[in-house]
């Protein structure tokens, strides 16, 4: 009897093995082809990689190369007609929602790095930026060194938390952290001055300067903290579609395409307001253009 019983329990464990190992092995092309569907991960307000614009849909840099791997997708996999479907996420749940099928892609403002490289795979760095802070221009800050005993917020989920919460600790600059669930919060609190500063990526704060209902009250101070990588991001363990994504990346470099977006969101009027950010390509992002390096933040 007892024999019986562990050979009815080995039996069940192999087939739970092999689901589970089934499940893991099904490809992001896979998943797509059988169901017709690929999910496209947005951001609500990461000016300007992706965000809502003036009809309340998705718009932005990251996005626009987002709908570019779907419509290779779509032609990799033979469909002849790809049902393409958008999901907002936040910084907190962008990375679950990777890792549970919910969406396939994102091409957001996320910083590539070690810890995230464990739970997910980035393509090719398409971005370079650093933490800053943005103040009312009024304020009198200047740099972390001006936060001594003011009100930091920062968004919750992200590696600028992390950063400014150790160094607070480590160099005793004296300011509370406090956390917004998104950027759109975070600015909001500076401007009804529930914060002193937005502690985040400089390209997203130029971004939500620019939108925001009055750029000129508002100022981007101080030296980047960091320089981060930022990366789109999908599920790990998927070599073919790894090899998709980054030949969507470096055909838009070879072909000029990529310094036309970048032209487009980087460097002329956008929506929803006609702003211009006004933020050139850095060096760091020059020399990955010939790099295709997916080297990760530490």
């Not at 998705?58 to 290779?72: L, M, Q, R, S, Y």
């Not at 073919?240 to 470099?253: E, P």
């Not at 487009?264 to 060096?283: R, Y």
Request: proline share 3%; aromatic share 8%; with cysteine.
């Amino acid at each position: 009897m007892f024999k019986q019983i562990r050979i009815a329990c080995l039996s069940l464990v192999s087939i739970a093995t092999l689901f589970i190992g089934t499940a893991q092995a099904q490809s992001t092309l896979d998943k797509v082809k059988s169901s017709g569907v690929i999910t496209l991960a947005y951001r609500e307000s990461s000016v300007p990689f992706s965000y809502l614009g003036e009809n309340g849909q998705p718009v932005g840099f990251g996005f626009e190369i987002c709908k570019k791997i779907a419509d290779k997708v779509k032609a990799q996999t033979g469909l002849k007609t790809l049902e393409v479907k958008l999901q907002a996420v936040t910084s907190q749940n962008r990375i679950p929602l990777i890792q549970n099928g919910t969406v396939d892609v994102e091409c957001g403002s996320t910083t590539n790095n070690s810890e995230r490289g464990q739970q997910v795979q980035f393509a090719t760095n398409y971005f370079y930026t650093g933490t800053r802070f943005l103040v009312k221009a009024n304020s009198g800050i200047k740099s972390i060194n001006d936060l001594k005993g003011k009100t930091l917020v920062v968004t919750t989920g992200t590696t600028n938390y992390q950063i400014l919460r150790n160094l607070n600790a480590e160099k005793n600059y004296g300011f509370e952290l406090i956390g917004a669930k998104d950027h759109a919060d975070a600015l909001l609190m500076v401007e009804t001055d529930k914060a002193h500063a937005f502690g985040m990526d400089d390209i997203l704060l130029y971004g939500l300067k620019a939108s925001s209902k009055s750029p000129a009250a508002l100022a981007v101070v101080g030296d980047a903290i960091q320089v981060e990588p930022y990366a789109i991001m999908f599920r790990k363990d998927d070599p073919a579609f790894r090899t998709l994504v980054n030949g969507v990346i470096a055909d838009l470099i070879k072909t000029g395409e990529f310094n036309k977006l970048y032209t487009k969101w980087f460097m002329t009027a956008i929506p929803p307001k006609g702003n211009n950010l006004n933020a050139p390509m850095s060096k760091e992002l020059k020399d990955n253009l010939k790099a295709l390096s997916d080297k990760p933040a530490i």
